[in-house]
């Protein structure tokens, strides 16, 4: 569904409005990437840091596989020799 809009004047620059009920479906907050493809401009929302974590760590506690690889993590006879702690 294309959506007709005018280019509207912010300062020195130029903008369009993004009606909410497409913000809302984008998942669009503060702020978007912008890039240019084809000749076409590309909105895309930006991507946060760690984004879906929380999701994946719930997946792998209900899966059992959130425990540690390297079992005991207790320091180790070398840890008491060798390591300066």
Do not use: C, Y
């Not at 280019?7 to 984008?26: D, F, H, M, V």
């Not at 084809?38 to 899966?63: C, E, I, K, Y």
């Amino acid at each position: 569904m294309a959506i007709k809009t005018k280019l509207i004047k912010i300062g020195n620059s130029q903008g369009i409005r993004i009606p909410k009920s497409i913000l809302k479906q984008l998942n669009f907050t503060s702020e978007v990437e912008i890039d240019i493809q084809d000749n076409q401009l590309v909105l895309r929302p930006l991507a946060t840091a760690r984004h879906g974590w929380d999701t994946a760590f719930s997946a792998m506690a209900q899966a059992g596989d959130d425990l540690l690889l390297d079992g005991d993590t207790a320091p180790s006879q070398w840890d008491d020799a060798e390591w300066v702690w």
